[in-house]
C-alpha cells in the first residue's frame, strides 16, 4: 500500500487590521451608540473613562463598555445585537477601505493561485458593531469586544474583553489555528505544524494599543505597518516613533485607495510573503522527494 503523500500547509497569509484608527477616523461608538444617547463629544466620554479606570484601578475596555451602558440606561436606549448592528451604518472609513479588501485578494492570487490571503479584524470596539458594517463580509473573522445578552436580548455586562495586552492571544490563535476562545492555544505546536506562521502575518495598526500585537508578529519573523490619519501631526508623530522604535516595518498615510501609500507598502510586503511561501513550498517538495 503506497504511503500518503504529505500535504505543505502553510499557504495562508493573514491580513490583521485593528478597527478605531485603522479602518476609520474615529473610535466606532461615536458613528453609533454615543450620539444616540446625547454624548456629542466622543472626547468628553473617553476622558471620563480613563478618570474612572485610575480612579477604581480598573481595566479601560471593561469600564467604558460598562459605562456605555449605564448612560445607555439612563437615557432607556436599549443596547441589542440588531440595534448596534443597525447603527454600523452611520460608520465612516478612511478614502478606499470599502475597495481594499477584494482588491488585494485579488492581487495576491496574481502572484499565486494556490496562496489564500484571509483578512481579519482584531479591534478593542464591539464584534456586533463590526459584524453590521458595510465590510464585514470581507473578513476571515472578526474578534473584537463583545457584552453577553440576557433573556430579553439586552446587553448587560461584558462577556469577551480585547485590549491591547489581549490582542495577542488572537494573534497565536490565528497562528495555531485555533480561533475559537474555548480552544486552549497553552499546549506547545511546533512551528511546522501551525497552520499560519508568524512570517505569513502582516499586522495593520494606528497607535500604542497596537504595539504587543506589532512586536510579537515582528519578532518572529512577521510585519507591521502603522496608519496615521491625514493631517493629524500627533498621529503621525506617533507612528514615527514606532518605526524609529523598530515596532513597525513603514509608516503611511491612512488613504487605502489604489496605489497609494497603504496600497504600494502592502503589495510589497505581500510580495515578499509569497516568495517566502513558494521558497517554503519547493524545500517542502524537495525534502519529500529527496529525503524521505
Known amino acids: 500500500m503506497s504511503r500518503k503523500q504529505p500535504r505543505f500547509m ?29 454624548i456629542k463629544k466622543g ?6 473613562v480613563a478618570e474612572e479606570a485610575l480612579q477604581t484601578g480598573g481595566e479601560e475596555i471593561v469600564t467604558y463598555m460598562r459605562l456605555m451602558l449605564e448612560k445607555s440606561k439612563q437615557k432607556h436606549y436599549p443596547v441589542t445585537p440588531t440595534v448596534l448592528k443597525s447603527l454600523a451604518r452611520n460608520i465612516q472609513y478612511y478614502p478606499g477601505v470599502a475597495e481594499f479588501f477584494p482588491r488585494i485578494s485579488a ?4 502572484l499565486d493561485v494556490d496562496v489564500e490571503l484571509r483578512h481579519y479584524v482584531l479591534s478593542a470596539g464591539l464584534k456586533e ?9 470581507c473578513f476571515y473573522r472578526i474578534f473584537a469586544s463583545e457584552y453577553y445578552y440576557n433573556e430579553y436580548g439586552e446587553a448587560v455586562f461584558p462577556k469577551v474583553i480585547v485590549n491591547d495586552t489581549l490582542k495577542t492571544q488572537f494573534i497565536f490563535r490565528i497562528n495555531k489555528g485555533k480561533e475559537s476562545l474555548h480552544e486552549s492555544i497553552n499546549l506547545h505546536m511546533p512551528p511546522a505544524v501551525r497552520p499560519v506562521p508568524f512570517q505569513n502575518i502582516l499586522y495593520i495598526g494606528d497607535g500604542l494599543t497596537d504595539v504587543p500585537c506589532m512586536t510579537v508578529i515582528r519578532k518572529n519573523g512577521g510585519y507591521a505597518i ?4 491625514p493631517a493629524d ?3 503621525l508623530k ?24 497603504v496600497d504600494r507598502l502592502v503589495k510589497l510586503l505581500l510580495n515578499n510573503i509569497v516568495e517566502g511561501i513558494r521558497y517554503a ?9 529527496y529525503l524521505s
Not at 474615529?26 to 454615543?34: A, N, S
Not at 472626547?43 to 471620563?48: G, L, T
Request: with cysteine.
Open 129 to 137: 458593531i463590526i459584524s453590521g458594517t458595510s465590510i464585514a463580509e
Open 238 to 261: 506617533m507612528c514615527k516613533e514606532l518605526l524609529k522604535a523598530g515596532r513597525v516595518d513603514f509608516v503611511a498615510q491612512a488613504d487605502y485607495r489604489s496605489n497609494k501609500e
Open 43 to 48: 472626547k468628553d466620554f473617553w476622558n471620563a
Open 10 to 38: 502553510h499557504n495562508v497569509i493573514a491580513l490583521v487590521y485593528d478597527f478605531d484608527g485603522t479602518l476609520t477616523p474615529q473610535p466606532m461608538q461615536e458613528y453609533t451608540v454615543l450620539p444616540q444617547i446625547g
Open 226 to 229: 502603522a496608519v496615521y490619519k
Open 107 to 110: 492581487y495576491v492570487k496574481t
Open 233 to 235: 501631526t500627533k498621529g
Open 281 to 289: 513550498r519547493e524545500s517542502f517538495d524537495q525534502s519529500n522527494k
